[in-house]
Structures are given as C-alpha cells and as structure tokens.
T-cell receptor
Framework: EADIYQTPRYLVIGTGKKITLECSQT?????MYWYQQDPGMELHLIHY???????EKGDLSSESTVSRIRTEHFPLTLESARPSHTSQYLC????????????FGSGTQLSVL | DAKTTQPPSMDCAEGRAANLPCNHS???????VYWYRQIHSQGPQYIIH???NNETNEMASLIITEDRKSSTLILPHATLRDTAVYYC???????????????FGEGTQLTVNP
C-alpha cells in the first residue's frame, strides 16, 4: 500500500491568494513529482525532484514553484492564485534507479474563484 | 520514448475478461511497456510492466507480441471496481536524466457493466 499523502483534498480560494499544496511520503523515495490534470484530460508533469535540494521544471509550464528541503516532503506553492490555476494537482514518488513504479497521492482539487 | 495508441473506450461485462490493446509500433529494444489505471478523481495506480516476456501479477496479465509492436492488458475477471481509464506507456527503464517523464496520454476508458 502506497504511503503518499496530499492535503488538502479540496481547496476553494479567491483570486490573488497564496496557497501551498502539501505532499508527503513515508516510503523513503528519492524521486517526487507533481502532475496537473484537468477533468477528462491528460496528466501533465509540471515539477519533479531527484532528491533534497533538487527541483526541475516538467513538460508543462507552470507558474507554481516547489521545494525539497526534506526527502519526505515536496510542497507546491502558488504565490498568487488565478482562476486559470483551477485544476487537480497530483503528487507522486518513486524509488531511484529508473523503476517507473510511481505511487500517487489522492490529489488536491483546486478551485480559484 | 515511443508513442502509444489506445482505443478511447471499451466496455466489458462483469465477470468476463477485459482485454485492453495498445499499439507501440516504434518501440525500441530497451523500452519497457507499463500499464497504469486511474479511477475517477483518484491518482493513477501502477498495474504491471514488461519488456518482451509475458508478465502476470495479482492484478493483471500483460501479453506482448513477439515483434513488441503491440501489447494487451488482460483483467481476467473484471469487476465494477475495474471501471477506470487505463494508460499504456512505453519507457526506457533507468533513464534518470529525463526525469521519469511518464507521458500518460489519453488512455482507454474501460467501463465494466453489471
């Protein structure tokens, strides 16, 4: 059973607010990822990390930022939320070594009014 | 990484086998075939992966053709809880530098009917 947690599960917030989506995993995985997915659409990789103090942009450009200060924690921040940021954000992790068995969290559904 | 082609949707009767096809005609020798599924509003779940031999685990079986240009995911006894979008992904295992950019594509929406 995967142990990767995302909070909050749902977030409704006004335009201009700063938000942080939390993602934590207890599996000791080095690699972590953030994907963005609109309803009925494909998942798009927006950020990833190979380990502490390592962060990279993904395939889809995003105004969000991430940090990786601890192995188990990979938060995503939006400094000023806009309605265009409304989407589902999915966090995932995997072991180092190229094994592509990703473990996903339950996601955060963000709605910006 | 090689591109995959899957039918957009399929239906299956509960209790019957669900056979989900995937074409990957440009696959290269060191690329693996991975399958994930995503149940509505949840994060994707890993199912199985393989290189050239058929694979089986507690969830499903993966049949890869001899020329490796296509594969089939088999759910032997589909249940209503297997209703989900199924993604076939081709990926070079161990490619650290490209950041595990698993491209999920549109997948196949499998609907299991009672």
């Amino acid at each position: 059973e995967a142990d990767i947690y995302q909070t909050p599960r749902y977030l409704v917030i006004g335009t201009g607010k700063k938000i942080t989506l939390e993602c934590s995993q207890t599996m000791g995985h080095d690699k972590m990822y953030w994907y963005q997915q609109d309803p009925g659409m494909e998942l798009h990789l927006i950020h990833y990390s190979y380990g502490v103090n390592s962060t990279e942009k993904g395939d889809l450009s995003s105004e969000s930022t991430v940090s990786r200060i601890r192995t188990e924690h990979f938060p995503l921040t939006l400094e000023s939320a806009r309605p265009s940021h409304t989407s589902q954000y999915l966090c995932a992790s995997s072991t180092r070594g190229g094994d592509e068995k990703l473990f996903f969290g339950s996601g955060t559904q963000l709605s910006v009014l | 990484d090689a591109k995959t082609t899957q039918p957009p949707s399929m239906d299956c009767a509960e209790g019957r086998a669900a056979n989900l096809p995937c074409n990957h005609s440009t696959i290269s020798g060191n690329e693996y075939v991975y399958w994930y599924r995503q149940i509505h509003s949840q994060g994707p779940q890993y199912i199985i992966h393989g290189l050239k031999n058929n694979e089986t685990n507690e969830m499903a079986s993966l049949i890869i053709t001899e020329d490796r240009k296509s594969s089939t995911l088999i759910l032997p006894h589909a249940t209503l809880r297997d209703t989900a979008v199924y993604y076939c992904i081709v990926r070079v295992r161990g490619r650290e530098t490209s950041g595990s950019r698993l491209t999920f594509g549109e997948g196949t929406q499998l609907t299991v009917n009672p």
